[in-house]
Nanobody, 124 residues
Framework: QVQLVESGGGSVQAGGSLRLSCAASGLTASSYCMGWFRQAPEKEREGVAA???????SYADSVKGRFTISRDNAKNTLYLQMNSLKPEDTAMYYC??????????????????WGQGTQVTVSS
């Protein structure tokens, strides 16, 4: 059974940094496309960043240059380093893993496994 458990969210002032972690079990993270999504109140969920099985990464334009997605294969853990945070980055952040039956397409990957989310709040 696949489980994704996020941590690292919190409250920070604009310009600050946070690092989100996603511990994966039931799959080998390095073999799958993994990603981060976010959903702000009254907005649709949007893709933030993805990393494929070859290690290639891609980002939403709104976070490019500020966020970095990475993966520690030994720990089977996905990360999202978020720098220069802005109030508009406030959202619930979700970790996701590729699933052949998944309903969400992003950056060429089909996502179907989801974590429970971790809240990020950025104040001005």
């Amino acid at each position: 059974q696949v489980q994704l458990v996020e941590s690292g969210g919190g409250s920070v002032q604009a310009g600050g940094s946070l690092r989100l972690s996603c511990a994966a079990s039931g799959l080998t993270a390095s073999s799958y496309c993994m990603g981060w999504f976010r959903q702000a109140p009254e907005k649709e969920r949007e893709g933030v960043a993805a990393i494929d099985s070859d290690g290639g990464s891609s980002y939403a334009d709104s976070v490019k240059g500020r966020f970095t997605i990475s993966r520690d294969n030994a720990k089977n853990t996905l990360y999202l380093q978020m720098n220069s945070l802005k109030p508009e980055d406030t959202a619930m952040y979700y970790c996701a893993a590729e699933d052949r039956y998944g309903a969400t397409w992003y950056r060429g990957c089909r996502f179907g496994y989801w974590g429970q989310g971790t809240q990020v709040t950025v104040s001005s």
